[in-house]
């Protein structure tokens, strides 16, 4: 458990370098070579989103995003429990499976997107299947490796007391693979943000992959940009409360001395 | 080995466990090595046993078999006079490693065990938290596993094993991990629960003093295969102490032992080599 001094001081020198960062870039453009419509200040940014003609469509277009990103990870995550749970009880569906699952984390899910846009529409669905499947493989593969490598130690013990099957999996493989699943959580979180916007970009009207194609073709850079900030900090507060779920849940754990 | 016999002749129904002349066996073809070599023994009801044999000679194979865990090659498991070959969930256990889930606080990890063996909720619940009491970790109740010392960890895992309903306590190598000190603290701990309420124990150590320290009958196994070299009663009074460890009965039969294994082992390499 990180006190209040420990997580000040994680999070000081990268805020510090984000600020210099941006400090740099600021005077790149008011006193170097570069023309504003090929990269707009910080400040003109800021500026052109929290104008009162663009500011309430940015944070309409977000909503939309959120929207589908969320329901898709959900959706994603929900499926890939399901399925890991289910091929870990079956051995034999899992032997026929498992490989399958493997070699299609290979296949860019994206290109499957014309396909979706083509049977289902360019209506909500297609798109959150889209973001569903991106997310669902992390999330199975991760947790069908925790159920499966739990401790032989604790495992004989709770065979020879006389656990049953159905036990053994609640008490010991679900739990522990609850540890390996954040880790697959963690990395669909960022995926499933990602995915929203390209499967926005293969048509709609709204959401911010709409709004950052209709800005980039308009020769807005302003407003690319706001897309781009708005688009990395849903990502990172994504990731970032999957990582206070895990601390949340994961409280048993040893305190651990650095990392995350 | 005829005193193996003498226990063969005991009345099924009256002990606790009998293991009857169990052989088990890992690998296959080439590979195949055989690990408990027809070995009987029994335990019987509120009786103290120890197993002493060399490290890797399968004592705690022995167990699993016992346990249900593994199936014996050959032989039979009788516990409490019925057959219970292959079948878990008649002992209670204290395994080698105290096998503490780590998500679950130390009272819960008590709970679940002894749940699991059939005890209502609510009655595992006082039992786990009023033993915690009597053993002075109450403090530690709502801990998780890996805040306790390694002899804590021990004690509760002991505990977990008392509590439960079962008759017959399997413990293997219940103090292997301490230093000789709590090591001590810890027999004598153990010694005095087990005084007051007399389970079936069937115990595997190291050491030959622990052994006689604690058991009313030390089986002394050979090197693998594994097969009963002799069996001695202890000649010491309950309730016992410290200072029984210089009785000369108590010096002279861990003389006894001392050599016992030490032949035992002998004999072994003899045997590998000559099957080469
Ligand atoms: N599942 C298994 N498959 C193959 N070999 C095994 C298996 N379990 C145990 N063995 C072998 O059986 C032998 C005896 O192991 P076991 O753990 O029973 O010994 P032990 O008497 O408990 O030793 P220690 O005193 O060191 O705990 C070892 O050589 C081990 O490699
Ligand atoms: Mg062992």
Redesign the pocket.
Known sequence: MGNKTGVWAKVWPPVIVVVALLACWQGATMWGQVDSWHLPSPASIVQEAASANVWPRLMEHTGATLRLTLLGFAGGSAAGFLLAALLHLAPGLRAAVYPLLVVSQNVPIVVIGPLLTMWLGYGLLPKVLLVMMVCFFPISVAMLGGLTNTDAQLRNYLQMIGTGKWQLFWRLELPHAIIHLFSGLKLAASYSVLSAIVAEWLGTNKGLGYFMQLSAKGFMPERVFASVFIIVALSLSLFGLMTLAEKLLMRWRPAKKEGN | MNRTDDVQRTVAGSEALEVKSVSKS??KGAAL?E?LGGLSLTVGEGEFVSIV?P????????FQVIGGLERPTSGEIWIDGRQATGQTGHISYMP?QSSLLPWRTVARNIELSLTIAGLDRNEAKRSAAEWLRRIGLEEYAKSYPHVLSGGMQQRVSFLRALLSPQRLMLLD?PFGSLDALTRLKMQKWLLSIWEENRRSVLL?T?SIEEALFLSDRVIVLSN?PAIVLEQFEVPLARPRSEAMWTEPAFVALKQRIYELLQTGAGVKEEAGYANR
């Open positions: 890992f690998g090595k690990i044999g490290s890797g000679s399968g004592k705690t194979t022995l080698q190598e595997v190291h693998s």
